[in-house]
């Protein structure tokens, strides 16, 4: 089984909408972090957190909103979806002790129509 | 605040021949962290090395090996006797030491397309 898994892998929805996407882990790591990836512009973070009560704001954080509901689940929001918010969307875990690595999911692919 | 440069969106190499990506940064921090990742098509972010600027010595893992030179805050990966499990994108990314602050800065990629 995978380490970190996002779901839905792939969602197509409507501008307005609210969207959720999921992350867990099953790595015991207590960091996490939501990034957006578009064509030309690498990745770039939302938000991330260290620990259950801590969240924290990435450089596009404005339109998304998080929850840490437990140290395992990272959860990121899409209130009111708009098209530009199409991108590929990737959640990833870190841990301080282990060689600084980010733990990538799969990616979800988001499309805001 | 840090930037990541790649000024490569696209390289190509023949198979078995060695290529050489390009990466330089800014900070102001002594003491990080340099990455590379390679995305497939299966979107998949897979780490390829990693380097601590506090280590002189050039990072290698197989094939694959980097050239960084602190003081002109390059970080080049380079790929020997290319194959075609090489074709990806290639990301570099800067991290700085564990802490608050710790989080990942990435440049925008580069193609590299591997050709018979």
């Known amino acids: 089984d995978a380490d970190v898994t996002q779901t839905p892998r792939n969602r197509i929805t409507k501008t307005g909408k609210r969207i959720m996407l999921e992350c867990s882990q099953t790595?015991?790591?207590?960091?996490m972090y939501w990034y957006r990836q578009d064509p030309g512009l690498g990745l770039r973070l939302i938000y991330y957190?260290?620990?259950?009560?801590?969240?924290n704001k990435g450089e596009i954080s404005d339109g998304y909103s998080v929850s840490r509901q437990a140290q395992a689940k990272f959860s990121l929001s899409l209130e009111s979806a708009i098209p530009n918010q199409t991108a590929l969307y990737f959640c990833?875990?870190?841990?301080?002790?282990?060689?600084?690595?980010?733990?990538f999911g799969p990616g979800t692919r988001l499309t805001v129509l | 605040a840090q930037t990541v440069t790649q000024s490569q969106p696209e390289m190509s190499v023949q198979e078995a021949e060695t290529v050489t990506l390009s990466c330089t940064y800014d900070?102001?921090?002594?003491?990080?962290?340099l990455f590379w990742y390679k995305q497939p098509p299966s979107r998949q972010m897979i780490l390829v090395i990693r380097?601590?600027?506090?280590?002189?010595q050039n990072a290698t893992e197989n094939r694959f090996s980097v050239n960084f030179q602190k003081a002109a805050k390059s970080f080049s990966l380079k790929i020997s006797d290319s194959q075609l499990g090489d074709a990806a994108m290639y990301f570099c990314?800067?991290?700085?030491?564990?802490?608050?602050?710790?989080?990942?800065?990435f440049g925008t990629g580069t193609r590299l397309q591997v050709t018979l």
């Open positions: 990833a875990t870190s841990d301080l002790y282990e060689n600084n690595e980010q733990f």
């Open positions: 790595k015991g790591h207590d960091r």
């Open positions: 990314a800067y991290r700085t030491p564990t802490g608050t602050a710790s989080k990942l800065t």
């Open positions: 380097q601590e600027a506090y280590k002189q």
């Open positions: 957190s260290f620990d259950v009560k801590d969240i």
């Open positions: 900070t102001s921090e002594s003491d990080y962290y």
